[in-house]
């Protein structure tokens, strides 16, 4: 679940940076065809960029055929001597959880929204009167204060007899039946639960449909009616009326109406004005560069680390947390090595602990391509005081690393010039044997 929230905001900083460039392109660009196939790929470029980008500290180049591609080596300190670790890294985290159950709630509440819209969107379908023309399903409404709406194949209108070629409204919604609009309408709804605290993402669908809404109008100033009295259609049978969220609405707000007046006498924009698309590009760039940074990404790292589960588990079985979360003591069954190996601090030099990783994966043989966070974490003294994975696939790289740092502890760690407890998260990419 954690992973789904370090998702989202990423994905949120995506469209953060994306959504000047689209408000620009609807509101000064008359290629509404243009501007509705930019706005679904601001969309799916917040959701699928995030997924590419691999955020990397520090990387160490391969040794030999090793399995081991890289290191990334994180670092992050966890408690003072003045408490216990546990307790000090429980505190400090203590809002990821409370952030997760709170994001959680909110996808929830507005995916039950979006189902019961869907639901009284079909019940008002299925107790209309219906006829067809031209494979077209015309639906009459029976409460006059729902503005006429479209969805899908249904076109639904306060009278049957208005859907001839003629009628203005029928018109408006049939362009947005042909242009199949309910899928855009649906893609953005998904695209809000996934990013519901975003602001950008509301106003990135807001643009999506008031675009839907220019590019009907467009159709019927374009069959002949006069632009005057299509506007002033909008008014008496648009303005005030209620409409609803999953479909595409003949409704209007004051805002919405007069951009659409306003678009319907505008002149034809040049075609240089698509050229806006392309500050899109530096915009990602910049994005995925903030992502990249050491702080950004370890932030996302924590919360995607995170599970409800794995805290669960940790809790109800304290006095042995190995079995429950993947972590390994390093204090074994077997005699402690007499002579101790004291490396520097990964803050100082990062190389001595690549290498005890990389000698203690030699042996193993994953199935497949396997990248895993492994959290170890540092006493006091300097001694590796837990070795764990962030998920089953990396048990067996645990249990290999934690055997390694027998005998070996690092040189004492001080923060603010006192002995301090750190974490240390790697990630480690095991690579399928040929």
């Known amino acids: 679940m954690g992973a789904l929230l370090s998702y989202s905001l990423a994905a949120s900083v995506m469209i953060l940076v994306l959504y000047p460039i689209l408000h620009l392109i609807v509101n000064r660009n008359t ?6 196939g930019a706005i679904i790929c601001g969309l799916a470029a917040s959701l699928l960029l995030p997924l590419l980008f691999d955020v990397d500290v520090k990387v160490f180049p391969e040794a030999g055929g090793n399995l081991l ?5 994180g670092l992050q300190p966890v408690a003072a001597t003045s408490g216990s670790g546990a307790d000090a890294s429980a505190g400090a985290f203590a809002w990821v959880p409370v952030a997760l159950a709170v994001y959680l709630f909110g996808v929830l509440v507005l995916l039950c929204r979006e189902i019961i819209s869907y639901i009284r ?3 008002i379908i299925a107790g209309s009167e219906r006829t067809k023309n031209e494979g077209i399903v015309i639906c009459r409404i029976n409460d006059e204060r729902t503005a006429p709406f479209s969805w899908g194949n249904f076109i639904l ?8 070629e003629s009628g203005s409204v029928y018109l408006h919604e049939k362009a947005h039946t042909d242009r199949r609009h309910w899928i855009d309408v649906l893609f953005a709804d998904l695209f809000c639960i996934l990013l519901w605290y975003n602001p950008f993402a509301w106003m990135t669908r807001q643009l999506m449909k008031l675009n839907h809404e220019f590019e009907a109008d467009e159709a019927v100033i374009n069959s002949g009616i006069e632009t005057y009295d299509y506007q002033r259609l909008l008014v008496v049978k648009a303005m005030g009326n209620r409409s609803i969220p999953v479909a595409n609405s003949f409704a209007a707000d004051k805002r919405s109406f007069r951009k659409r007046v306003l678009i319907m006498s505008k002149k034809r924009s040049s075609r240089k004005t698509m050229l806006i698309a392309l500050c899109a590009i530096p915009a990602v760039a910049l994005a995925g560069a903030a992502l990249s940074m050491p702080v950004p990404s370890r932030f996302l ?3 995607s680390g995170y599970s409800f589960r794995k805290e669960l588990s940790s809790e109800e079985t304290k006095p042995d ?3 429950q979360d993947l972590g390994i003591e390093s204090e074994t069954s077997e005699p402690e090595t007499e002579t101790v190996t004291v490396i520097p601090s990964p803050f100082e030099d990062q190389e001595p602990l690549a290498e005890i990783i990389r000698y203690s994966v030699e042996t193993i043989q994953p199935d497949k391509d396997t990248k895993v966070n492994i959290n170890i974490v540092v006493d006091e003294d300097g001694r590796v005081k837990n070795v764990s ?3 089953p696939d990396g048990a067996e790289v645990a249990v290999a690393i934690s055997r390694k740092f027998n005998g070996v502890r690092f040189e004492q760690i001080t923060y603010n010039g006192r002995p301090v407890e750190v974490r240390f998260i790697v990630p480690v990419h095991l690579k399928k044997k040929e």
Request: aromatic fraction near 10%; glycine fraction near 4%; include cysteine.
């Open 31 to 36: 290629s509404f065809r243009f501007n509705r």
């Open 69 to 73: 591609h890289g290191v990334e080596v």
């Open 121 to 123: 969107l079909f019940s």
């Open 157 to 164: 209108l306060h009278d049957c007899s208005a859907a001839d």
């Open 301 to 303: 790292s924590d919360i």
């Open 321 to 323: 947390p190995a079995p």
């Open 389 to 391: 994975s962030d998920s």
